[in-house]
Structures are given as C-alpha cells and as structure tokens.
C-alpha cells in the first residue's frame, strides 16, 4: 500500500514536473515572441517617427532663407518674423560694412600712421600710413605692436600707454623722425587698449635743429664785435689809451659797429623772408635797371681791387618785391667783388628765354671748392673761415638770396672753378609771382 502510494506519488510528480517543464518551455518561448515584438514595434515606431519628423521638417530645412515662402499656414507668422528678422540684420550689416568701408577710407588716405591694439598689444587695426612711416611694410593686424619698431624708446612709449597715461616720443628711424603719440582707452579703472598716432615730424625737427643753430650763431655773430667795442671803449674811458692811438681805435669801434649793423640788416631781412612778410606789394621791375643801381652802389668797393663791374644784356621785367629783387643781385655782385681777383671783373647778365627772365651773376674770382658748393646757400656758412675773417661778411647773403628767389617762385644754381671764377644764375617766371 504504503509502496502503492509512494509510487503514486512518485508517479504523480513526474507527471507534474513534466507538464511543469512543457509549460515553461512554452512561458519562455512566449516572453521571447513577446520581446521580440516589443522591440520590432518600438524600432517600427523610431522609423516611423523619424521619417514623419523628416517629413514634417522638410519644408523648414528646405526654406529659402534669402526668399522664405512655405506652404504650411501654422508656420507662416514665423516666416515673417525671420523675414522682419533678416531685414534688420541685413540693415544693420550694411551700416556696419559702410561704417567701416568710410572709416577705412579716410583713415587708408591720411598722411599719418594710425594704430589700434589691444591690451595684450596685439594689432586690431592699422593704416597703410603707420606701415610706411615706420617702414614695417609686412606687418598685419593680430601681429605685435612692437613689430612696427621694436625700440627701446617705441616700447616705453606703448608700455607708458598700456598703464593708462598719455606717451609721447620722438623716433629717430631710416625714414625719418617720427612723433610718436600713444593713449589709452580706458573705461573706469580699466586701460581696453590703446590708439597710436605718427607723425612724420623730419621737416619740424630740422627747422628746430636749424633754428637752434641760427640762435646761437646769431649770438656768437653779435658778441664777438660787442666784446671788440666794449674792450676798446673801456680802455679809452680810462685813458690807458695813447692819444696818438685814439683816431685808430675810434676808426676799430666804427668798423666793429658797422659789422653788427650789417649783422642786423641781414638778420632782420633773412626773418621777413622767413615769415613771408617782405615789406611793400610787388610791382612791375626791370632787372636791367634795378642792376645799374645795383652796381653804382657797389662801385667804391669794386675801384678798390681795380675790379670792372658791369651790367649787359636786355630790359626784363617781372613782377616782383623790389626791395627783395634789390637785396638778390646786391648781394650777388658784393660777392663778386669781394671774392673777386684784383684787377678781375664782376658781371651782371640780364636776359630772357620764353616766360622766364634771367639774371646771372659772374666773376673770375677765387672759386668755390666743389665739396662745399651745396653748403653756401646755408646760414652763416662761409667756406673758409680764416681767409673770411680778412673779408667782411656775416655767413648769411647767400641766404638771402636763395630765400629771394624761392619768394618769387624762381631758381638759382651756382658752377665754380677753384681759382677761375663763379657763375650764380637765376631763372624768375616773368608773369604771376604767386
Ligand atoms: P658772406 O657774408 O661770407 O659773403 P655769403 O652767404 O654771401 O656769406 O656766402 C657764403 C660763402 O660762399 C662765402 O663765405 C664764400 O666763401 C662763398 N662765396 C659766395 N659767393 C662767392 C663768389 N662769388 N666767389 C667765391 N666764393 C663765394
């Protein structure tokens, strides 16, 4: 009984655990087909969704946006706003453009150089003028400041700036000098970046040069008879004079006074010349004329070294200062006498070839060394000092004279032959000065 049950049981279990083993089997196999559902219907479903979001997107991703026009009414507002949208921009970057295209106008033709950088020096912008008066042809915009000029003085200049104050240099370069003028930018406490100006500053620095030479030369010119006249008149005032030596040292402090006299006149004429401020209007002046008198007032001085001073050639006339005329050939034919041979002549020339009127101006006197011929017309320039002291000059017609004939729009050139003789030309435009 007990082993009819046990085998029944035994029996009975196998059973279940095979119908166990089948439905399980049959479970598994469900939850497969089932997952595999699941996913082919959410991969069908991704599909199917991306290829109706494409569809739907389409009309957006193919919209023209320089011509926007779409079917689809719900979009259409948004169209239009991209359109009002566009519109504005577009606006906006033409008055930007332009801004730009007239700013780089104006500053690409300007004479001087013109930089902007940032505050890591970098270069943001920079006109063709900067470039050419520092002569940094290859440098662009993002490079360094400092590859325009990489001085010392250039350097301290911008760093000056880069810490918020205003710089200033002059700049000695191959093309000339440069003034150099850097500010900051500055919004509160904080330096944005800094603006270089250049300007080419060579002409001024000469003329400063020039002025400063001229001011201690005019100095030294009038102390030296100032010394003379004060020496003798102290001695004469304490009679250590003998009184057989006062007629000679009367006849000293007259020739020491006439110099400074001399002196003054040139100086006086050489700063009307300067400042443009001749005295009197121009008139019609025959050169011819005006060197015949010229020469009678020359001509003490011409007897003296037995010099023959004439005046050829023909009646010209040109509208010109006569005073300045005057002072042009005066000086010309002094000269002639002075460093004239003795026994030699001087010769004034006036003649004319179309529209111009020529005066020239020759002797066979001593010559000029050639190496010093570009150097005469310069103020208080004498060739040889020593031998000139011997012969009374102020180092300053010859000034004169060049400033005369730029007055009146003329030229003047000079050949020399070193113990032959000089010839000095000049050409005036007979008709309108100015
Ligand atoms: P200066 O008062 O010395 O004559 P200028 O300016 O008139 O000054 O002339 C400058 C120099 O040029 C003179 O010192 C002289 O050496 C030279 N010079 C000018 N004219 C002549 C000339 N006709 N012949 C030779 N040398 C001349």
Redesign the pocket.
Known sequence: MTKKIFNGIVGTSAVTNAITLILVNVLEVNVFIKTGIFFISVLTAVIFALRISKKITRPLVEVNLDDPKINYSEINPLINKIRIQKGKISRQSNEVRSGREQLSLITENMNEGIVIADTRTNILSCNSGALRLLGAENVSEGQSIYMLNNSEIFRHCIQDAMGGRNSCCILKTEQGDREIIASPSNTTDMVNGIVVFIFDVTEKQQLETMRREFTSNVSHELKTPLTTIYGISDMLANGIVKPEDVGQFGQNIRSEAERLIILINDIVSLSKLDENSVPYEDTETDLYSLAEEVIKRLQREASEKNITLSVVGEHVSIMGNRTVLDEIIY??C???V???KNGGFAEVKVSHIPKKALVT?S?N????PPE?INR??ERF????KSH?RQ???????????KHGVIYHNGTIRVD?TLDK??V?TIEFPIENKK
């Not at 006197?365 to 000029?368: M, Q």
């Not at 012969?391 to 004279?401: E, M, P, Q």
């Open positions: 000086n010309l002094d000269n002639a002075k460093y004239g101006v002797d006197g001593v010559g000029i010093h005469i017309f320039y004498r060739v040889d000139s012969i009374k000059g102020t180092g300053l017609g010859l000034s004169i004279v020399s003789g000089s000095f």
